[in-house]
């Protein structure tokens, strides 16, 4: 791909100017947080926006892409927070299509994972329109990558689960032991998404099918500048979190992947040269230490 076949935020070109019963719909992820992690379609995307509806967790550098034309309307939606009901984030979406506008429904992260998405596509194809869907990478990705760890790794971890600490309000949420039993078993990594007010439920859900020294990482906004994290182990996951006043957005990694971070850590500190070592070497698990033992990374 050529340079002049990038789009440029400082071409600002006009909205598609809105043409009554022939709008559209995309519903565009807008990545964890760091701008440079937006996509070339997304950003395509937002540049043919005539109406832009934003949530909260959307960098505001990201709307850079927008022309100035564009009407932009924030929906917030955050846990714990007053919120934009989502039946009215819908009703409002299909009015703005209706009349003919080109509207971009932002989320950060991916629209498919935990942003609603699915539930925003069903009600647009039950009004007869079908909606484009232009992914993001999500939050739980790029938070381990941007300590240095894999999701999954030949030697540590054969898949990877994305799962939510939040229930839906009157829903029940998720079976951390048959979880744990499940990881344990098939050596997965587990992502938790929202699970900062469960914390306790998940330590003491998981300790039942998993050891207690299970590694474990919290990062608070992931991919930001401000991005902070803590390395500890399942028995310490709500005493590290309060210790460390680690609160939402944060994402939660357990699996034996995460002893990466701090090992790679420790030989940094020791001056070990990385690159001529053996990866599995440096990932290699101590079942004698726990993780706090090893290294935590404020």
Not at 171 to 194: C, E, K, N
Request: charged share 15%; proline share 7%.
């Amino acid at each position: 791909m050529t340079d002049s076949s990038l789009p440029t935020p400082t071409a600002r070109p006009p909205a598609d100017a809105p043409t009554p019963g022939q709008g559209q719909c995309t519903l565009v992820g807008a990545g964890p947080g760091d701008p440079d992690l937006l996509t070339i379609a997304a950003a395509k995307a937002l540049q043919r926006a005539t109406v832009l509806l934003v949530d909260d967790l959307v960098n505001e550098a990201v709307l850079q892409w927008a022309p100035e034309s564009a009407r932009i309307v924030h929906v917030g939606k955050r846990g714990g927070c007053q919120s934009t009901p989502q039946a009215f984030i819908q009703r409002l979406m299909l009015q703005e299509v209706q009349a003919g506008e080109n509207v971009v429904r932002l989320k950060g992260g991916d629209p498919f994972i935990f942003g609603r998405g699915g539930e925003e596509v069903e009600f647009l194809r039950a009004h007869g329109i079908e909606p484009r869907i232009i992914n993001g990478v999500t939050a739980g990705l790029a938070a381990l990558t941007s300590l240095g760890a894999p999701l999954t790794h030949r030697d540590h971890a054969r898949g990877v689960v994305f799962i939510t600490g939040h229930a839906k309000p009157g829903g029940q949420g998720p079976d951390w032991a048959q979880l744990a039993r499940t990881a344990h078993d098939a050596r997965l990594t587990l992502v938790i998404y929202m699970g900062v007010a469960s914390a306790e439920a998940i330590s003491q859900g998981l300790g039942s099918g998993l050891p207690a020294d299970t590694p474990v990482a919290i990062v608070q906004h992931a991919s930001l500048p401000e991005q902070r994290h803590a390395i500890t182990d399942l028995a310490h996951l709500p005493a590290t979190m309060a210790r460390e006043k680690l609160a939402s957005p944060s994402i939660i990694v357990v699996g034996d992947v995460v002893q990466c971070v701090a090992l790679a850590a420790q030989a940094i500190r020791n001056n070990e040269a990385i690159a001529s070592r053996d990866f599995s070497e440096i990932c290699g698990y101590d079942s004698q230490a726990t993780v706090e033992d090893q290294a935590s990374i404020a």
